[in-house]
């Protein structure tokens, strides 16, 4: 029986590139709210999201697409960026379908570039753990798995750490051919988890971040915990996520 390792970084800054380099498999979470943003705009019928560094590089790369097929969304420090609208993922929705997304973020899209040094980068979120965790057990590999919590501005954040004990959950309950070793830090995730007892909606609401989202209503933080949702495994290849490994960057140039 195969076996693989399964670890949890707590947050961005303990991403050590030489260390997820090549036979890895990296799973980045950032609850609230740049991978549900992520994946909700996918199967809301994005194209394609590009996770961008700065506000600068955002509106570079959309000067490759012609108006009215992207769209620029992103935030620092909660706050939305000049010329962009705010990642919240119900406002995204309305108008995604058919174009690119081009996202900033303080946390989540840090993370995501930090991290395309693995061997491959799943995007992932409450919403869509348990499909790619399924789709990670099917791969017939021994790779280690990684996962990442965005975390806050250096801290530890309670939604990503919960999502991960959740990812940790659906890789065990899915295990049939395959033995999983968890790290302590993985072991700590899945204690979390199940301290919680599957009331995702309360874990994100007392996380720090949920209680500064929840002043402006209790809409987004419900959608974030819609655990299961999504049957989707989003990939970052070449800096670009699709649903579909091996999806050609799509450019409407001008």
Not at 158 to 164: M, N, R, V
């Amino acid at each position: 029986m195969a076996v693989r390792k399964v670890h949890v970084l707590m947050k961005k800054e303990d991403i050590q590139a030489e260390k997820i380099a090549g036979n890895k498999v990296v799973v980045v979470l950032d609850i609230l709210l740049a991978t549900t943003s992520i994946v909700s705009a996918l199967d809301n019928g994005a194209l394609q999201v590009i996770p961008v560094i700065d506000a600068g590089e955002g509106v570079r790369i959309s000067q490759q697409f012609a108006a009215g097929h992207f769209l620029l969304a992103g935030e620092l420090d909660a706050k939305p960026l000049e010329g962009f609208i705010y990642p919240n993922p119900l406002e995204l929705n309305k108008e995604i379908k058919g174009k690119t997304l081009i996202l900033s973020t303080t946390n989540g899209t840090i993370a995501l570039r930090k991290s395309n040094t693995a061997g491959i980068v799943y995007i992932s979120s409450l919403l869509n753990n348990f499909f790619v965790a399924q789709t990670i057990l099917k791969e017939d590999a021994e790779q280690t798995i990684v996962i990442v919590c965005s975390g806050n501005a250096g801290e530890v954040s309670l939604e990503d750490f919960y999502g991960a004990g959740h990812f940790v959950s659906c890789l065990l309950e899915q295990q049939i051919s395959v033995c999983l070793k968890l790290s302590d830090a993985a072991l700590s995730a899945l204690s979390l988890y199940r301290g919680w007892q599957g009331d995702a909606a309360h874990a994100l609401q007392s996380s720090m971040v949920g209680r500064l989202l929840y002043q402006h209503g209790h809409e987004v933080l419900s959608f974030a915990a819609d655990t299961g949702s999504v049957h989707m495994a989003p990939t970052l290849i070449n800096g670009v996520i699709t649903n579909t490994s091996g999806v050609e960057l799509h450019t409407d140039r001008l």
